[in-house]
């Protein structure tokens, strides 16, 4: 072990490695000591953090700065919401449907932005988001503009009985977190992973080199809106009713988890998950005054991406060189070498 | 005949959705900053013009005198204390920043003046109406394009006639050298952001006598603003009063068609044309 070689391991990650599997037995074991408020709480903390995760794969890492991606949180729960509703099909059969509805969309919804480029494909994808918003409004089965509820019997195919319905969510929205993170570390550790952040650092290079951009960036956009689709159903079946400015809401689901991107450290693993935290933390805190939190989490966006461009992560990373999560490669053996 | 006057109507309605664009055009054209609060910026201009207008019992055409310079004045300060920091090379710390003073303005609305609709109480011009041929035309939508034409003139004649304009269009190609040849950036930006402030002011006292708004509304007006800019071609103002013109007219023959069809019409007139035109369909230049 003392010949010089590249690593990605780190003490901190292998720390965190070894930590992550007892942290996640006992959060699968919430339903027993948490209680039901708390649950719940955990449930959309899990599922903001797969949305700023995923955001910040997109944003961050394949520079496909969308403002549009409520678009596919709506999309999921409306079809979630019409395959138990109108098809009457089991609400956990539906989550893989409707994924797939969801990289259809967003394979077809490329081929269109991906013409646009910067400000004009940000712009395009909201337009595209307001597009499926009217259009669900337009559907009266669906409730039409003032939405719809669940009803109880859907909700009960889950499970008879309460106690397990709500654990069920949770774990649905563990699970679902669990894999976004998983599979957006899987990928960027990946052949394709490295592509991508060569074209995110400089792309005309990338291109030189081989790599087929386009086709780098299509990957990650369907991806990432197959797995939108999926928080989107799940943040409904918390919700229990959908409407098309609920579902369909550019600060709930894109404004807020810009915020929490960037509060956290845009471009990093950790970013997101810290940026969760602080928001959730600011939001048990302030939530009582209303409005007034919503302007003081303005205030503490602009004032991060002035002061801190690089969001708290980035702070502590600058300073002290850590990284929970392996992405980048380090030479170890130096210090034994004596080099 | 109902089609005729629809087009008619969208034709006029184009003039409202040209002066929400004809700043956005400005900016985005000189600085390349995407304002994702200017719809809230218009909203905000209409609020300012209710309460001038409760206050000192003004009509809503005479407060512009008042609220034009206050937003232009607004918008130099929000320029150079906040927005200058956040220009660069990337789209995304503006975005962002604009993004939170978009979510500050709208609670800060909403705070001030509760989510109830308001409107601009501007007497008999609101109904009154001129007979051109079989059309019957509003006398305030016709006011409103007269003005929206005679805004993006002036904003036209500025633009490659005066000094103001030289310095935009310098840095807005080379920003480097413009600097190096004399010009302060960070004032020629707030400078172009005061103009952006004022035409948003008068497009929002047009609004706010024409519907109902509420601190929410402000997300539409920038959509329809930037897809009339879009629709237009960058760098392109008489393109944006084109740009406006084909959104209205698409909104008011999809109300025509079916009354849930206006606004969808309009954004899929708009991805249409991207699709067709990704630079839209007269820009100025290749970027």
């Not at chain 1, 890492?61 to 089991?90: P, R």
């Not at chain 2, 960058?234 to 084109?242: D, E, I, Q, R, V």
């Amino acid at each position: 072990m003392n010949a010089l070689h590249v690593t990605r391991q780190t003490r901190l990650s292998l720390t965190t490695l070894i930590l992550l599997m007892p942290a996640l037995v006992l959060l699968t074991a919430a339903p027993w000591w948490a209680g039901r408020a708390d649950l719940r709480l955990m449930g959309e903390i899990a599922l903001y953090m797969s949305l700023a995760t995923l955001w910040n794969l997109l944003a961050g890492y394949a520079g496909l700065v969308s403002v549009g991606q409520q678009a596919y949180v709506g999309l999921g729960a409306y079809v979630f919401f019409a395959l138990t509703l109108l098809a009457g099909v089991h609400p956990l059969a539906a989550l893989p449907l409707l994924m797939l509805v969801g990289a259809g969309m967003s394979a077809t919804a490329a081929v269109l932005l991906f013409r646009l480029r910067g400000a004009y494909f940000a712009i395009g994808s909201w337009v595209l988001a307001e597009v499926f918003r009217l259009t669900f409004a337009q559907v009266s089965a669906l409730g039409g503009g003032s939405g719809i509820s669940l009803p109880p019997a859907v909700v009960r195919a889950l499970s008879d009985d309460r106690w397990m319905r709500e654990a069920m969510a949770w774990w649905l929205a563990l699970g679902a977190a669990a894999l976004v993170i998983g599979v957006v570390v899987l990928f960027l550790r990946s052949r394709n992973g490295v592509a991508l952040t060569a074209i995110r650092d400089n792309e005309l290079a990338a291109r030189s080199l081989g790599i087929d951009v386009w086709r780098t960036k299509f990957t990650v956009y369907v991806a990432v809106g197959a797995l939108t689709t999926l928080i989107g159903a799940l943040i409904f079946l918390q919700k229990l009713r959908i409407s098309p400015d609920a579902a369909f809401s550019v600060n709930d689901w894109t404004a807020f988890v810009i915020f929490i991107v960037v509060i956290g450290g845009l471009g990093t693993i950790e970013g997101p998950i810290i940026g969760t935290l602080v928001f959730f933390a600011l939001r048990q805190t302030l939530a009582d005054l209303g409005t007034i939190y919503l302007i003081a989490l303005g205030l503490v966006a602009i004032a991060v991406m002035l002061w801190a461009p690089r969001g708290l992560w980035g702070l502590v990373r600058d300073r002290w060189g850590l990284e929970i999560f392996p992405l980048s490669r380090r030479v170890a053996g130096l210090n034994e070498k004596g080099h | 005949m109902e089609w005729i006057n629809a087009i008619a109507q969208g034709v006029l309605l184009g003039g409202l959705y040209a002066l929400f664009a004809a700043g956005l055009s400005l900016i985005f054209g000189i600085m390349r900053l995407v304002n994702i609060a200017h719809g809230d910026l218009i909203v905000l201009s209409a609020y300012v013009a209710l309460t001038v207008t409760l206050a000192l019992g003004l009509h809503p055409l005479l407060a512009l005198v008042l609220v034009v310079p206050g937003m232009a004045l607004f918008g130099y300060a929000l320029q150079r204390l906040i927005l200058n920091r956040a220009m660069g090379e990337d789209i995304l710390p503006p975005l962002l920043v604009t993004f939170g003073l978009s979510v500050i303005i709208q609670n800060a609305l909403l705070t001030g003046y509760s989510a109830d609709p308001q409107k601009l109480d501007a007497g008999w011009i609101e109904t009154a109406s001129v007979q051109a041929g079989p059309l019957v035309l509003g006398v305030m939508p016709l006011l409103v394009f007269a003005c929206a034409v005679a805004v993006i003139g002036a904003l036209q004649w500025m633009f490659y006639r005066t000094a103001l304009g030289r310095a935009f269009r310098a840095t807005s190609d080379r920003q480097d050298i413009a600097q190096l040849m004399g010009l302060n950036r960070a004032h020629v930006f707030a400078m172009a952001m005061a103009l952006c402030l004022a035409v948003t002011a008068l497009a929002g006292v047009f609004l706010g006598i024409r519907t109902a708004f509420d601190p929410a509304g402000g997300s539409a007006r920038l959509i329809y603003g930037f897809e009339a800019v879009i629709i237009g071609g960058l760098g392109n103002l008489w393109g944006t009063l084109a740009g406006g013109v084909i959104l209205g007219v698409a909104q008011t023959v999809g109300a025509t068609i079916h009354p849930g069809f206006q606004v969808l019409a309009g954004h899929l007139v708009f991805l249409a044309i991207l699709a067709v035109r990704p630079r839209g369909l007269f820009p100025r230049r290749e970027e």
